[in-house]
């Protein structure tokens, strides 16, 4: 089956600073989605992005398909960004998260 | 719109019961799969059901089962429970299937002791 590999697993952050979070596949995709899940649990959709850029706000994401991995970035960060940054995908088969970055935003 | 909603929030049960969570998605979104969290295995898919139907199935022992009814609810049901069964179980739901927008559930907190 597909594989999927998140880099860093752990990322401190000042607030205000930047950062890239990465998402590496194995196989070809037709769904790619980045979810922010907060304390309580809560997997909260960031970005439906099987391929192209897409940008909300402060994030934005970037995947290159052709090349198999997807990046998400984040500008400004804020302490509300912190949790944990999964990426998922598909490819006509039930989703496959990675493991995760946890970023933890200190003021 | 109202977004998909799970029950219980919370669940504590001991060894050897079972356990039914439901899941009710967005309206008009009549694909529903349920995943597993869990420290060590993380995110794992258990099952999707599409108009009634289990259209995929993880690699789950068959004490889980689950249903889908008419109105696009959904339960699981976890017999015969494990001390390894403590997880987070969420639903996610779509229009059509698991190569779309997958939208969450606030999940269900289940503990066995």
């Known amino acids: 089956g597909i594989q999927v590999e998140q880099s860093p697993p752990d990322l401190i952050l000042q607030e205000g600073a930047n950062s890239t979070l990465r998402c590496n596949f194995s196989?070809?995709?037709?769904?790619l989605q980045w979810f922010h899940q907060n304390p309580w649990g809560q997997l909260i959709n960031l970005f439906y992005?099987?391929?192209g850029t897409k940008q909300n706000g402060r994030l934005s994401a970037t995947t290159v398909a052709t090349e198999r991995y997807s990046l998400l970035y984040i500008s400004s960060s804020q302490t509300t960004d912190s949790g944990v940054y999964f990426c998922?995908?598909?490819?006509?088969?039930?989703?496959?998260f990675g493991k995760g970055t946890r970023l933890s935003v200190i003021a | 719109k109202a977004g998909v909603t799970q029950t219980p929030r919370y669940l504590i049960k001991t060894r050897g019961q079972q356990v039914t969570l439901s899941c009710s998605p967005i309206?008009?979104?009549?694909?529903v799969s349920w995943y597993q969290q869990t420290p060590g295995q993380g995110l794992q898919f258990l099952f999707e059901?599409?108009?009634?139907?289990?259209?995929n199935k993880g690699n789950f022992p068959g004490r889980f089962s689950g249903r889908q009814f008419s109105n696009s609810r959904s339960e699981m049901n976890v017999s015969t429970l494990e001390l390894g069964d403590s997880a987070l179980y969420l639903c996610?739901?779509?229009?059509?299937?698991?190569?779309?927008?997958?939208?969450f559930g606030p999940g269900t907190r289940l503990l066995v002791l």
């Open positions: 998922a995908v598909s490819g006509n088969t039930p989703l496959v």
């Open positions: 059901y599409f108009s009634e139907t289990q259209r």
């Open positions: 309206s008009g979104h009549r694909s």
């Open positions: 996610a739901c779509s229009y059509r299937g698991t190569g779309e927008t997958q939208y």
């Open positions: 196989d070809s995709v037709n769904n």
């Open positions: 992005i099987p391929s």
